[in-house]
Structures are given as C-alpha cells and as structure tokens.
C-alpha cells in the first residue's frame, strides 16, 4: 500500500534553515509527482510547490521563490524540501502529498512534520 | 491566482442531517479542476472527491461533489458521526494551486 512517512518535528531559529523528507513506499517513486503543503496552526492549507522525482524539475509557489529548495533521491524513494531564512510565521506543519499521473490533486498525504520557528 | 471562497465557516448540524458546503472561485477553475478533502485533528487531510464530482477510492456515496466554472458544492447526504471534520477545497485548473479557507462542519 502507499505510504509517505515523513522525518519527525523540528525546533529551529529565526534566521536558520530546515529539511524535511518524506519517503515513499508501496509505487513507483519516480512515477508520481510529490507535492508541499504546509498549515500554520489552527489555519487553513497553503500549497508550497512540487517535484518531479523523475527529472528532478520543479515549480515553487511564487511566495517561496528563493526560500524553498525541493530535492529527491530516487536510490531511496525519498523526497526532501528545504526552507531557509526561517521566521516565526513559518511555524507550521509540513505534508508532502502525491499527485496522480496528469493531476494536481492529491490522493496521499504524508503524516506531517511540525516545524517549530522560535528565539 | 485563483481564491477560493468557501461558506459557511461553520456548519451546524445534527447527525443523519444534510450538509452542503460551497465553495467559490474568483475566477473559472478550468477542466472542473476542483477536489474536495476532509480533515480531522492532528491528521493529514484525506481526498474524498476530484475532479469536482468524482469519489475517491473509498469513498461512501453519501459524498457528492457538483458544480463548474466559480461555483461548487460537496454535499454529505446524511451525516454520520465521523463527518464532523473540516472540509477544503482546492482548485488545479492553474499553475499556482490554492485552497479555500475550509468550512467546519461541527455537531450541533
């Protein structure tokens, strides 16, 4: 079955960085776009960008052009998005998702990571 | 980028109950590019319908999604316990994806 299971919650600075992965079992990685969607506390859900794991092309959310850097390493099934320059507003949970082959919806989600911006 | 408006906010109800929830866009998602997710507390969302109409695997058919163009509704046909959850939106037609704001369908 599929599965996305995420690294677990972090703690960080203002000002530092952060990387989350997520590896992907039970489908072909490299067969699937991986998607970011992040959610403040108590907040809705707001769409950070995605990857494709089979070329390693991407297309981030303009909010987070030069901020977001998104990764995959398919000799492990995993996917990785980094966010540097962090600021308090970016406390939040972080999903990865799949989307299915030609959509933009998103039919797995991985359990979250909470990442934690605080002095 | 498309905003995505969904009402109510809050939606209370009583178990077996109808709910209809909508959600407008500020501009025309194209394709019908519009899925519908669920979200209980301290867990992912989950996709319920895609393509604005379409169940997902799973799904029970007392899910339904409808509508075009701006406008469109995910109606829940009789409420059973574990639907009392927070329900989003979310629009594919265009490059930037969004999300509504979510609408809370709470036990009354």
Known sequence: ?119 | EIVLTQSPATLSLSPGERATLSCGASQSVSSSYLAWYQQKPGLAPRLLIYDASSRATGIPDRFSGSGSGTDFTLTISRLEPEDFAVYYCQQYGSSLLTFGGGTKVEIK
Request: aromatic share 12%; hydrophobic share 30%.
């Open chain 1, 1 to 119: 079955q599929v599965q996305l299971v995420q690294s677990g919650a972090e703690v960080k600075k203002p000002g530092a960085s952060v990387k989350v992965s997520c590896k992907a079992s039970g489908y072909t990685f490299t067969g699937y776009y991986m998607h970011w969607v992040r959610q403040a506390p108590g907040q809705g859900l707001e769409w950070m960008g995605r990857i494709n794991p089979n070329s390693g092309g991407t297309n981030y959310a303009q909010k987070f052009q030069g901020r977001v850097t998104m990764t995959r390493d398919t000799s492990i099934s995993t996917a990785y998005m980094e966010l540097s320059r962090l600021r308090s507003d970016d406390t939040a949970v972080y999903y990865c998702a799949r989307a299915p082959r030609g959509r933009q919806y998103f039919d797995y989600w991985g359990q979250g990571t909470l990442v934690t911006v605080s002095s």
